[in-house]
Structure formats: structure tokens, C-alpha cells
């Protein structure tokens, strides 16, 4: 029961170039959505979150785009950094206790 | 300030065995979570707690149980191990506030990588 998907395990950038992370749920029940960054070793940091009552939120040179018909968000980092390199997890929230993830991106920035 | 803090970190244990996973959240935050995540695949939700109170559970079996303890930490256990328990655990604490839906984040400690043999 996979409600969140990250269909592209791994994504290569140049420095400086946009990275766009992308992330598709199945329930329409999901309100609060969330992007984590995660580095080996570490557990996952938050990054930036979106509201369904919003359809962008910008973070310095982070943004999440929210598209409720098509049940897609996205993350856009500009400009990519080497140490934006690590995988990159999407979750929401079903219900008030817990959250789905997907399988994560692992992000490569080569300088 | 302290984050949440995991222990122990790497773990090690055979088949059949019992283990106990520990967790101290932020200073201040009521609410833990634990998730479970499988290489390649993202975390997977296996209980939450809020003032010593379960609140939610994911669809693992009986042998996985948890408790939350008055200053707020918490004990993952897992019964009976299996192979497929071979993970890494990540215990989660949040400032909810109570049990009305917000929109809170949850902070990870750096996990428990279990190993069974």
C-alpha cells in the first residue's frame, strides 16, 4: 500500500543548475505534505512543508509546488549546491498520528 | 539543546530473540513516534504516542509494542525476531500540543540500525 511514490530513485545535477525533485499520492485525504533531506548516518531533517490549502512554498532556495488535481508535488532547489547531495524523502499525512513516506531520491550535485 | 537521541546505535541479534530500542525526545516535546525503514525504501510508521498514550499504530504484527514513560521517553520492543526485522529505527518526537490535527513536523533522532542473524 504505497500512497506516496518517488519514482525516480536517483537524480544528477551540476552545481548551480535547478534540481526538481518530484512526489505522487493516491489519497485525497492527504493535507499536510513534507519534504525530508537525509545524509547517511543522520536521521531525516525537516526541509520545507505545504499545506493542501496552499499550492507553493518557497524556503530561501527551497520550493515545494503542491498540484491537488493531479495529486503531484515537487521540490525545486535553486541553485544546487554539492552539499544539497542526500536522499531526498516526500511524506503526508493521513491522519492525525502518523505520516507516509515515500521511497526517497537520492540527490547527486556534482561541483 | 539536545535533539532525540537513539539508543543504542548498531545492534545486533539472532532470530527468536527480544530486543529493546530506546528514545528521548527533544526537551519539551510530549509526542514520539517510531518508524521502521527497510533499505531502499522510505520510513514506515509503526506506533505513535502522546502523553503515555497510544495514538496511533501502523499494520505490524503483535510482536512490535511500545510504551511511553512520564518524562515523556519511550521503548520500542520487538519480540520473537525475524530476519525481515533487519532495519534501521528511527524514533520521531514533535511539539503537538495536544490531540487536535496540526500541522506539526516530526524530528528524528539518528536511528538504531538493527541486524538479524
Known amino acids: 500500500d504505497q500512497q506516496v511514490k518517488q519514482n525516480s530513485p536517483s537524480l544528477s545535477v551540476q552545481e548551480g543548475r535547478i534540481s526538481i525533485l518530484n512526489c505522487d499520492y493516491t489519497n485525497s485525504m492527504f493535507d499536510y505534505f513534507l519534504w525530508y533531506k537525509k545524509y547517511p548516518a543522520e536521521g531525516p531533517t525537516f526541509l520545507i512543508s505545504?499545506?493542501?490549502?496552499?499550492d507553493k512554498n518557497e524556503d530561501g532556495r527551497f520550493t515545494v509546488f503542491l498540484n491537488k488535481s493531479a495529486k503531484h508535488l515537487s521540490l525545486h532547489i535553486v541553485p544546487s549546491q554539492p552539499g544539497d547531495s542526500a536522499v531526498y524523502f516526500c511524506a503526508a499525512r493521513p491522519t492525525n498520528n502518523d505520516m507516509r513516506f515515500g521511497a526517497g531520491t537520492r540527490l547527486t550535485v556534482k561541483p | 539543546d539536545a535533539g532525540v537521541t537513539q539508543s543504542p546505535t548498531h545492534l545486533i541479534k539472532t532470530r527468536g530473540q527480544h530486543v529493546t530500542l530506546r528514545c528521548s525526545p527533544i526537551s519539551g516535546h510530549k509526542s514520539v513516534s517510531w518508524y521502521q525503514q527497510v533499505l531502499g525504501q522510505g520510513p514506515q510508521f509503526i506506533f505513535q504516542y502522546y502523553e503515555k498514550e497510544e495514538r496511533g499504530r501502523g499494520n505490524f504484527p503483535d510482536r512490535f509494542s511500545a510504551r511511553q514513560f512520564p518524562n515523556y521517553s519511550s521503548e520500542l520492543n520487538v519480540n520473537a525476531l525475524l530476519l525481515g526485522d533487519s532495519a534501521l529505527y528511527l524514533c520521531?518526537?514533535?511539539?503537538?500540543?495536544?490531540?487536535?490535527?496540526?500541522?506539526?513536523?516530526?524530528?528524528f533522532g539518528s536511528g538504531t540500525q538493527l541486524s538479524v542473524l
Open positions: 505545504i499545506s493542501s490549502i496552499k
Open positions: 520521531a518526537s514533535s511539539s503537538r500540543s495536544g490531540t487536535a490535527r496540526t500541522n506539526e513536523k516530526l524530528f
